[in-house]
């Protein structure tokens, strides 16, 4: 394995073959995810599937699928405590102590809060060349359940703060890492682990199968109801059907009325107010109340006409500041309460800064216009990577920093970790690996990536993956103990967390 570092400034491992493979020298083109915006041709006909899927075969020969196995650690790999607190840069200084907290809790929180240690580590491995717009982070608590305009749940990713353009492989390779993470966490055995990380790519591999001749908009239209998963290759369990309808109950119980008697308090004249809850629910200042409601305002302008009429509907009576999630912890996120018809008529809004993504170093990223807006990026990132999405979504500036916004509770769930164990695990990572694919579909060229998986009886990539997330859960594991091992040393604080 030879290395070259003119991938962004970083090492990129090639194989024995040569460089890079680039689609464009395999036997047609393969397509290019938001090629040429914003024109569109309409005359040109493109190449047929089944040659794109050839061309995706080709690629074989340059980066065997058995070149993703090893797990690369250079001698020059950086202190990933060093790439954490490069991460930090930016955000406000109080909160960070809690954000090492909550990775500290254990190796998987870690794995969540450390995306730009895998960006680095990534970057190192071969690459099959063919791109899409990725979710960036994709690990098993980014996928999840919501609300959609017709009141069904649905399960999809639901986190797209690191999105971008990249190949479909980091994505998977992401989501494999932290199935065996989590299930490490919970001691599931080696041998369980392996038929988890398995399942996942067989899920991703044989979906993309079934996508590869299907016209665009049949790809564009699936979504996963969440009261009728059926996944292609894998049947439900009893087991993991109560655990999908327990999450759906809990989730139908979360909506903004819900969430107004846990977080909201009677003013004094009887208007409503955030409840405070320091550190994860603080009130702000009037000037920064101001700068909210300010960029709320044009944030209705990121809407399509007929939801900024609705949005019109209301006002905004309070905002807050609301810690959410463990990377995240630390970029500026509010929460704006609006009232409408009456003051029990509410809708929250989530107002979260979009900062630049962990792989923005070694990848050519979004196209513009949206390279020059983080928020816009992750919104369009959202659009295009989720089935069916929340109809709030936007973007907008406060201050000079970029945020996007979306619904704060809008049937929200989730699949918890500790629930996948048994049957349960291999089916929710078969699922999550299938959604992916789904995901990927939506912008990547189908045909070419199914055509370097192979078909379902080509078992090599699927091992050649679970080689790579074991690897990888002992790295995280390592990385971890030296993440430990700086707080212990006082070169990271650690503040206690009231919800841990």
């Known amino acids: 394995m030879e290395r070259s570092n003119d991938f962004g400034g970083q090492e990129v491992c090639r194989t024995e073959h040569g460089e890079m493979p680039d689609p464009e020298t395999a036997e047609t083109v393969v397509l290019e995810p938001l090629a040429d915006y914003p024109r569109i041709d309409l005359r040109g006909a493109g190449e047929p599937w089944e040659r794109r899927r050839d061309a995706g075969k080709v690629l074989r020969e340059t980066v065997p699928h058995d070149s993703h196995a090893p797990l690369f650690v250079p001698e020059n790999r950086p202190d990933p405590v060093t790439l954490i607190e490069a991460a ?3 955000r406000q200084p109080h909160l960070l102590p809690l954000r090492v907290a909550r990775m500290a809790s254990s190796p998987f929180a870690f794995l969540r809060g450390a995306a730009h240690v895998m960006a680095w580590d990534l970057a190192q491995s071969p690459s099959s060349g063919i791109m899409v717009a990725m979710n960036g982070d994709a ?5 999840g359940l919501f609300g959609t305009p017709q009141r069904d749940v649905v399960l999809d990713l639901n986190d797209f703060d690191e999105v971008t353009i990249g190949p479909w492989e980091w994505d998977l390779k992401r989501l494999v890492a932290s199935i065996d993470v989590a299930a490490r966490g919970d001691h599931v ?4 682990r392996r038929a988890a990380t398995t399942a996942a790519v067989a899920g991703y591999q044989h979906t993309m199968i079934e996508l590869a001749p299907q ?7 699936q979504a996963a109801r969440a009261d009728n998963l059926d996944f292609s290759g894998i049947r439900i369990d009893s087991e993991s059907q109560g655990v999908i309808r327990k999450a759906v109950e809990k989730a139908r119980k979360r909506n903004n009325q819900t969430l107004l008697d846990r977080v909201g308090e009677r003013r004094v004249d009887g208007g409503w107010r955030f409840r405070e809850d320091p550190p994860i629910l603080t009130r702000v200042d009037d000037a920064t109340r101001e700068a909210v409601i300010s960029g709320l305002e044009h944030y209705a302008d990121t809407l399509p006409r007929e939801r900024r009429f609705m949005l019109s509907r209301y006002h905004v009576v309070d905002v807050a500041h609301r810690v959410v999630g463990v990377g995240s912890v630390g970029t ?14 509410v809708l929250f809004l989530q107002v ?12 050519p990223g979004m196209p513009e216009p949206y390279a020059s807006h983080e928020g816009e990026r992750v919104i369009y990132g959202q659009r295009l990577l989720q089935a069916v999405g929340d109809p709030l979504l936007g973007w907008t500036t406060i201050g000079d920093r970029p945020f996007y916004v979306r619904q704060m509770k809008n049937m929200k769930g989730e699949i918890p970790v500790s629930c996948m164990t048994g049957q349960p695990l291999l089916y ?3 699922a999550y690996g299938a959604l992916l694919a789904r995901a990927h579909a939506r912008t990547g060229d189908a045909a070419a ?13 699927r091992e050649a993956l679970a080689d790579w997330a074991e690897a990888y859960g002992e790295r995280n594991q390592a990385d971890y103990e030296i993440f430990r091992a700086a707080i212990a040393e006082g070169r990271l604080e650690a503040a206690p967390d009231p919800h841990l």
């Open 449 to 461: 990536i199914a055509g370097y998986c192979g078909k379902d009886r080509h078992a090599d990539l």
């Open 189 to 192: 055995p080696p041998g369980e």
């Open 428 to 430: 929710f990572s078969w």
């Open 332 to 345: 500026r996120a509010y929460v704006a309460l609006l009232c409408g018809n009456s003051d029990r008529d």
């Open 215 to 221: 016209g665009p908009l049949d790809v564009w239209q």
């Open 352 to 363: 979260k800064e979009a900062v630049r993504p962990a792989h923005a170093p070694y990848l």
């Open 139 to 143: 690990h098993i608590s980014n996928f």
């Open 88 to 90: 930090h840069e930016g």
